[in-house]
């Protein structure tokens, strides 16, 4: 079966530390894949896009990789800081031209001061 | 400010009640979608529609009716055929059909039961 999975345990880490969150799927074979922030009782918002030829992808303190062989992405927050708290969640496109997104059921993470 | 507009923020429903949610957008997007959320879980598609008077169901359709009048506007309809209906509920828009474009989200509606 078709499955896009995040970690959902919360990640909790100390301020300035870099954070991690992967994401892995199995048996789709997007073109791109997203992350998006989710903060409690607000939408989800778009951060960044990654391409499949695209090894790695940076915007500010962000980055974000997408390994097409092993099937997951990874995504990075350096030098954290307490407002980066929040869920993060990772979409991808299933490639079958019906404008969805499949999503994530999204990592939370706590970042201490 | 483009944007997407969902209301009422908050609403509760009595039992064997249809309520509607409102979803508004201002992004000239062709595509919108809607979303229930539940606790610790993800986003389940509950409708989508591609361009206006045309709609297809999402993975957890039953107990949910939609409509595409017009562009900018997309509602949902939670019948009395859902019966836990209880979740946050979320509207988005996409510009384009491949997948480098983002969705862009409104902040939701949370339905309760009274």
């Known amino acids: 079966s078709q499955k896009i999975e995040q970690n959902s345990e919360a990640l909790n880490i100390q301020e300035g530390k870099t954070a991690t969150l992967t994401c892995n799927y199995t048996?789709?074979?997007?073109?791109?894949l997203q992350w998006y922030r989710q903060d409690p009782g607000r939408g989800p918002v778009f951060l960044l896009l990654?391409?499949?030829?695209?090894k790695e992808k940076r915007k500010e303190r962000l980055k974000v990789t997408f390994d097409t062989t092993l099937k997951q992405s990874l995504f990075h927050i350096t030098a954290s800081q307490p407002a980066d708290s929040a869920t993060y969640l990772c979409?991808?496109?299933?490639?079958?031209?019906?404008?969805?997104?499949?999503f994530g059921s999204g990592t939370r993470l706590l970042v201490r001061p | 400010d483009g944007g997407i507009t969902q209301s009422p923020k908050y609403l509760f429903r009595k039992e064997g009640q249809n309520v509607t949610l409102s979803c508004e957008q201002n992004?000239?997007?062709?595509?919108m979608y809607w979303y229930r959320q539940d606790p610790g879980q993800g986003l389940r598609l509950i409708y989508y529609?591609?361009?206006?008077?045309?709609?297809q169901k999402g993975d957890i359709a039953e107990g949910y009716s939609v409509s595409r009048e017009k562009k900018e506007s997309f509602p949902l309809t939670v019948t009395s055929a859902q019966k836990n209906p209880t979740a946050f509920y979320l509207c988005?828009?996409?510009?384009?059909?491949?997948?480098?474009?983002?969705?862009?989200f409104g902040d939701g509606t949370r339905l309760s039961i009274l």
């Open positions: 992004l000239n997007h062709d595509a």
């Open positions: 529609s591609q361009i206006v008077n045309d709609f």
């Open positions: 048996n789709y074979s997007p073109a791109y």
């Open positions: 990654i391409r499949e030829n695209e």
């Open positions: 988005a828009s996409r510009s384009g059909v491949i997948g480098n474009q983002p969705q862009h």
């Open positions: 979409a991808l496109d299933p490639m079958d031209s019906s404008y969805k997104l499949i």
